[in-house]
T-cell receptor, first 114, second 115 residues
Framework: DQQVKQNSPSLSVQEGRISILNCDYT??????FLWYKKYPAEGPTFLIS?????DKNEDGRFTVFLNKSAKHLSLHIVPSQPGDSAVYFC?????????????FGKGTKLSVKP | DTGVSQDPRHKITKRGQNVTFRCDPI?????LYWYRQTLGQGPEFLTY????????KSRLLSDRFSAERPKGSFSTLEIQRTEQGDSAMYLC?????????????FGEGSRLTVL
């Protein structure tokens, strides 16, 4: 049973518009959430994270929102750029960010069209 | 290059053979992780080390798999008697304990194909 779910395998967005990637989780013990970006033939790279004590974290064009009651988080990219085209993975852990056992979703492939 | 490096990048082997992957983490990182990723899936946790101690192992890590980090620096992941189901990308990552951001730094992976 998948504990972290990314129900949209792909998303296509026009350059300059907002990209919204969604993630749902089932384990109420998760207290730390991360987003990773992956380009082909490269390993995943860390993008942004959020602790369960917050509901929003922002870093430049990237904002992550956490809704604990709905067990849902989303990543907003504004404005989207062609270089953002990649696979985005949502990940969660129950160790407050200090554990390595991250549970990943299956990923959402984002395509940003010029 | 001061990132996580993995070797080899690609390995093709016949079923039943043994394979070994090596990972060199970022030098000041004391934690090292192994993940596996198959097509269409996210990375799945296999095991992690803090210094030379192996602290956690996933149920995915069958007894054909063994990982070591003998001196708390580089690590090896060995798969004995490979099976076709072992075909996957094996990802290594490292982090600095206590950093608190949960950020893992991944290498580019070692792709295994078992024929």
């Amino acid at each position: 049973d998948q504990q972290v779910k990314q129900n949209s395998p792909s998303l296509s967005v026009q350059e300059g518009r907002i990209s919204i990637l969604n993630c749902d989780y089932t384990n109420s013990m998760f207290d730390y959430f991360l987003w990773y970006k992956k380009y082909p033939a490269e390993g995943p790279t860390f993008l942004i994270s959020i602790s369960s004590i917050k509901d929003k974290n922002e870093d430049g064009r990237f904002t992550v929102f956490l809704n604990k009651s709905a067990k849902h988080l989303s990543l907003h990219i504004v404005p989207s750029q062609p270089g953002d085209s990649a696979v985005y993975f949502c990940a969660a852990s129950a160790g407050g960010g200090s554990q390595g056992n991250l549970i990943f979703g299956k990923g959402t492939k984002l395509s940003v069209k010029p | 290059d001061t990132g996580v490096s993995q070797d080899p990048r690609h390995k093709i082997t016949k079923r039943g053979q043994n394979v070994t992957f090596r990972c060199d983490p970022i030098s000041e990182h004391n934690r090292l992780y192994w993940y596996r990723q198959t097509l269409g899936q996210g990375p799945e946790f296999l095991t992690y080390f803090q210094n030379e101690a192996q602290l956690e192992k996933s149920r995915l890590l069958s007894d054909r798999f063994s990982a070591e980090r003998p001196k708390g620096s580089f690590s090896t992941l060995e798969i004995q008697r490979t099976e076709q189901g072992d075909s996957a990308m094996y990802l290594c990552a490292s982090s600095l304990d206590g950093r608190g951001t949960g950020e893992l730094f991944f290498g580019e992976g070692s792709r295994l194909t078992v024929l």
